[in-house]
Structure formats: C-alpha cells, structure tokens
C-alpha cells in the first residue's frame, strides 16, 4: 500500500469517527457524556484536518473551485425555502 492510499483510508476511517462523535454529542443523556463526546469530536475533526491538509498539500486531495453563479442559484434556492 502506497502514502497516498493510507492516507486515504486514515481520512475515512476519521470522517466515520467524526460521525460517531457527533451523533453521540447529540444523544447523549447527561452533561458529563455530552461534554465527553464534544472534546473526543473536537480532536478527531482537528486530526481529520491534518490529514486532509497533509493530502491537498501533496495534491491528492484536489478541490475545485466553485463558480459562483452556482453558488448564487443554490443561495437564491434556499433563501426562497425560508
């Protein structure tokens, strides 16, 4: 396995903890529990950060660039559902 896929697979794998830490900040019960799933959401998203800069700084992660007469049309879309 190459860097390239490992890290791929470390971005997932911490983008389905992300979603685990986060549904469980919104269930949980008590303010003890929720706090506890806040700071483990918080480090996870800041790691999955990290990796995700790591990956677009070595051009494997490319994004591209939004135009903006699509993001307009998607803000008019949902302004007018308001």
């Given at each position: 396995?190459?860097?390239k896929?490992?890290?791929?697979n ?6 389905g903890?992300?979603?685990?830490y ?13 706090q506890a799933?806040?700071?483990a959401?918080?480090s ?9 800069t790591?990956m ?6 490319p994004?591209e660039?939004?135009?903006q007469?699509k993001i307009d ?9 308001c």
């Amino acid at each position: 396995m190459d860097d390239k896929n490992l890290m791929e697979n470390i971005l997932q794998l911490e983008k389905g903890v992300c979603d685990l830490y986060l549904h469980g900040t919104i269930e949980s019960a008590t303010p003890k529990v929720h706090q506890a799933f806040t700071t483990a959401l918080n480090s996870a998203l800041t790691m999955q950060d990290t990796v995700y800069t790591k990956m677009s700084d070595k051009g494997w992660y490319p994004a591209e660039q939004a135009e903006q007469q699509k993001i307009d049309a998607v803000k008019q879309k949902f302004s007018a559902q308001c």
